[in-house]
Nanobody, 115 residues
Framework: QVQLVESGGGLVQAGGSLRLSCAASRSISSNYVMGWYRQAPGKERELVAR???????NYDDSVKGRFTISRDNAKNTVYLQMNSLKPEDTAVYYC?????????WGQGTQVTVSS
């Protein structure tokens, strides 16, 4: 079992930046793909970015060039640096950890971008 705790959300003006953190309760270094998802009101949860255990990354087209996902395996933490935020980035952001057998979710952190 892995508990994931997100932090770093909040209210920011358009064009601003936030850094989300996801702390895992135990090691995520071996074979866990870590991801950030988001869900806006009335919409389905969608993948924002993910990073493999080897450091390979994927991004949704809507955040490419603005968001950066990274991981610090020694600290069991994954980050999402969000720059040039837009009102359409407003959502609850969830951390996700998955391997061949299991999928874990955090409780989510609210990000609100005002225009």
């Amino acid at each position: 079992q892995v508990q994931l705790v997100e932090s770093g959300g909040g209210l920011v003006q358009a064009g601003g930046s936030l850094r989300l953190s996801c702390a895992a309760s135990r090691s995520i270094s071996s074979n866990y793909v870590m991801g950030w998802y988001r869900q806006a009101p009335g919409k389905e949860r969608e993948l924002v970015a993910r990073i493999s255990s080897g450091g390979g990354t994927n991004y949704d087209d809507s955040v490419k060039g603005r968001f950066t996902i990274s991981r610090d395996n020694a600290k069991n933490t994954v980050y999402l640096q969000m720059n040039s935020l837009k009102p359409e980035d407003t959502a609850v952001y969830y951390c996700n950890a998955r391997n061949t057998f299991y999928v874990y979710w955090g409780q989510g952190t609210q990000v609100t971008v005002s225009s």
